[in-house]
C-alpha cells in the first residue's frame, strides 16, 4: 500500500520506480498490474519498473505528462481520507539462479517524485525509501553435494618401508585440490567416517591382521583423523550459497606406514562416508562455521 503523505493539499501526484537494494536482484522484473483505491488511477501498467544496480533509471519528471518508460504514475484526488491511499499488486520475476538464503526476504526501494497543490502549495518532494517493500520468499533449506577430484592415492608403497614413508609425509599426502563442494541455500552439517577405522585392505583382507592393513589418516574441517582417533565431530557449517568458491571442503589423506613386509595386493583401498545434511534457517549462527577456512 502506498500513502499521499500531503494529506491537507488539494492534489498529489506521484511517479516512481523501484531499485534493488544488492546487486543480487539484477535481472528481476516488477510489473503493476493492478491498482485498487478511490483515487484518480495510475499510468505504467503492465511495464518493468525495476531497476538494477547495474542500470542507469530515468529521470522521475513529476510535470511530464507521460511517463518515462519504466516509471509509474498516480494521481491522487486528496479529497478525503479514503483516496490518500491506494494498493498496487505487482508481478514479480526473480533471475535464475538467485542466491537466497532460506528464511530470508527480498527487500526493494522506492524511488519517487511527488508533486501537491493547495494549502499553500505546491510542494514538490523526491526521494528515495529504503526496503518499501519487503518479499518474503519461501526457499527451502537445501543443499546439493559431491565430490571434485581424484582418488586419494599413495601410489605403489609395496617397497617402501614404514620409516621411509614417515621420513617423507609430502611424498604420501594427496594434493589438496581435492575437495567436497557443497551448494546450499541454508545452513548445513558435515560428517566423516571410516568404515576400515581408517586402515587400507584389500578385498578378502583381515583388518585384524596388520600385515594386511595400511594405516592412513585423513585431515578434513579442520580435524586430523586416524586409526587411533577415528571419531570426528561433525561440524555445522554456515550457508555455502551457490557461489562456486564458497562451497569448497578440502580434504587430504596421508599415509601412516610402508608396504614392504605386507600381504601383497594391488587393491589396498577403502570408501570414505561424508554425510552433508541441510539443516533449519533458524539454526543458531553462533554455531556455524565458515567451513572452506578450517
Known amino acids: 500500500m502506498i500513502r499521499n503523505t500531503h494529506r491537507k493539499l488539494a492534489v498529489a501526484a506521484l511517479?516512481?520506480?523501484?531499485?534493488?537494494?544488492?546487486?543480487?536482484q539484477n535481472g528481476s522484473t516488477l510489473t503493476p498490474m493492478i491498482a485498487?483505491?478511490?483515487?484518480?488511477?495510475?499510468?505504467?501498467y503492465n511495464q518493468n519498473i525495476f531497476f538494477?544496480?547495474?542500470?542507469?533509471?530515468p529521470i522521475l519528471n513529476i510535470n511530464a505528462q507521460t511517463p518515462a518508460p519504466g516509471v509509474f504514475r498516480w494521481a491522487f484526488s486528496?479529497?478525503?481520507?479514503?483516496?490518500?491511499?491506494?494498493?498496487l499488486n505487482f508481478g514479480l520475476t526473480l533471475p535464475a539462479n538467485l542466491n537466497l538464503i532460506a528464511g530470508g526476504t527480498l527487500p526493494f526501494d522506492i524511488v519517487y517524485s511527488c508533486k501537491a497543490t493547495g494549502n499553500g502549495g505546491p510542494i514538490t518532494d523526491t526521494g528515495t525509501h529504503p526496503n518499501a517493500i519487503v518479499v518474503s520468499v519461501t526457499i527451502l533449506s537445501g543443499l546439493q553435494a559431491s565430490y571434485v577430484g581424484?582418488?586419494?592415492d599413495f601410489g605403489e608403497v609395496g617397497?617402501?618401508?614404514?620409516?621411509?614413508?614417515?621420513?617423507?609425509?609430502a611424498t604420501y599426502t594427496t594434493p589438496n585440490t581435492n575437495y567436497v563442494r557443497v551448494a546450499s541455500s541454508g545452513p548445513f552439517s558435515v560428517g566423516l567416517s571410516s568404515p576400515n577405522a581408517y586402515r587400507l585392505t584389500y578385498p578378502g583382507g583381515t583388518l585384524s591382521d596388520p600385515n594386511q592393513t595400511l594405516r592412513y589418516s585423513v585431515r578434513f574441517l579442520g580435524q586430523t583423523k586416524n586409526n587411533s582417533?577415528?571419531?570426528f565431530t561433525t561440524v555445522t557449517c554456515q550457508r555455502a550459497g551457490t557461489d562456486a568458491a564458497t562451497g569448497i571442503l578440502p580434504i587430504t589423506a596421508t599415509l601412516?606406514?610402508?608396504?614392504q613386509g605386507k600381504a601383497v595386493s594391488s587393491q589396498y583401498g577403502e570408501v570414505l562416508v561424508v554425510t552433508v545434511t541441510p539443516l533449519v534457517a533458524s539454526t543458531p549462527s553462533g554455531i556455524q562455521q565458515n567451513c572452506p577456512v578450517l
Open 159 to 169: 617397497d617402501k618401508t614404514t620409516a621411509q614413508v614417515l621420513a617423507a609425509p
Open 229 to 231: 582417533s577415528p571419531t
Open 150 to 152: 581424484t582418488m586419494l
Open 256 to 259: 601412516l606406514e610402508g608396504g
Open 52 to 57: 538494477g544496480t547495474n542500470q542507469s533509471p
Open 15 to 24: 511517479v516512481s520506480l523501484l531499485a534493488g537494494a544488492t546487486s543480487a
Open 36 to 44: 485498487a483505491s478511490t483515487g484518480s488511477g495510475g499510468t505504467g
Open 78 to 87: 486528496g479529497n478525503n481520507q479514503a483516496s490518500d491511499t491506494f494498493t
